[in-house]
């Protein structure tokens, strides 16, 4: 197989025409080389990468901005609001008041280096429709608002069940929406089938399963990871891969899988 993130075919996000082989950086904390990783997904072809402010306690959009600053101009980076910024490195606190999904997407741009946010995941952790007080549709319309601020170009919808998605949609244009879905987790698939229909790029995470070990058959020379990332472009057309590691090996192994 080619390792080239194209041959994974492209997809318009963002405003970008981009390869549907994208990378995950939650990993790279526990890289030994985030940097190298970072340069070679991009080297590849890769041009979504998938972040949050919080990961890694901060670090990661760190090691973003400097391994590739100045960024290619067709990267996608695709990030998330919605946590409390006073609890960084504290674990992840759900907060959907419109100062901290300001201070969110205002700590991105700061550290990634950019005026405005390609993509920008609204990122819902609660199991209902209402956190501290704030509904999700609230939250979309504070989303809406910072956009028409001008700091941030796309909005996405993250950790989303069926029916948020379908009222955001009739409300304001949503660019992507990234929830768990792979061979093993497949409970997402009719929020997949709305995206497919409407065009609507699903940024794909956790594809290797979390444990989940299920693998569809194997090619001839075919590793387990590339049969699980393959069977996901194949899913839809608007599927992105953001396979997420921290190992210069398995990138190119997971980017293999597009050819
Ligand atoms: N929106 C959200 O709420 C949300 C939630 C979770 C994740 N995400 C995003 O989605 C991305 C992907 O999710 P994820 O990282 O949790 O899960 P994942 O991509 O399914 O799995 C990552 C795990 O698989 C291992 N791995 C990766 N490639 C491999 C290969 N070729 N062979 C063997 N093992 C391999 C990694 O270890 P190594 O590092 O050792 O390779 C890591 O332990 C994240 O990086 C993050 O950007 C978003």
Redesign the pocket.
């Known amino acids: 197989m080619a390792t080239d993130a194209t041959a994974a075919g492209t997809i318009s996000i963002a405003g970008r025409t981009v390869p549907r082989m994208g990378f ?4 790279l904390p ?1 890289s030994k080389d985030p940097a190298a990783v970072l340069r070679r997904s991009v080297e590849l072809g890769v041009r979504v990468i ?2 949050a402010w919080f990961y890694g306690g901060g670090v990661v959009n760190q090691y973003i901005a400097e391994a590739l600053r100045p960024y290619p101009a067709d990267l996608v980076l695709a990030t ?1 609001t919605g946590a409390s910024t006073t609890h960084v490195g504290q674990g992840i606190k759900p907060d959907y008041s419109a100062e901290q999904l300001r201070a969110g997407i205002d700590r991105d741009r700061s550290v990634l280096g950019l005026d405005t946010v390609p993509l920008t ?1 609204l ?1 819902w952790m609660g199991d209902g429709d209402e956190v501290d007080g704030v509904t999700f549709d609230q939250a979309f319309e504070t989303m809406l608002e910072i956009q028409a601020e001008g700091r941030i170009e796309h909005i996405g919808l ?2 989303v069940t069926f029916d948020q998605l379908r009222r955001a949609h009739a409300r304001g244009p949503v660019a992507s929406v ?1 929830n768990l879905f792979g061979y093993g987790a497949q409970d997402d698939a009719p929020t997949l089938d709305f995206c497919t229909e409407n065009g609507i790029p699903y940024l794909a ?5 979390y444990g989940v070990t299920d693998t569809p058959p194997l090619e001839p020379g075919q ?1 387990a ?1 590339q049969a699980r990332l393959k069977w996901l472009l194949a899913r839809s057309p608007v599927t992105v891969v ?6 210069v090996e ?1 990138l190119e ?2 980017i293999a899988a597009a050819g």
């Not at 995950?24 to 990993?27: D, V």
């Not at 995470?205 to 399963?209: E, I, M, N, S």
């Not at 953001?242 to 190992?247: D, H, L, N, Y």
């Open positions: 995950g950086a939650m990993r526990g998938d972040t998330k995941h990122r993250s950790n990234s995470f956790g594809p290797h399963g590793t990871a953001i396979a997420g590691t921290g190992s398995h192994e997971n």
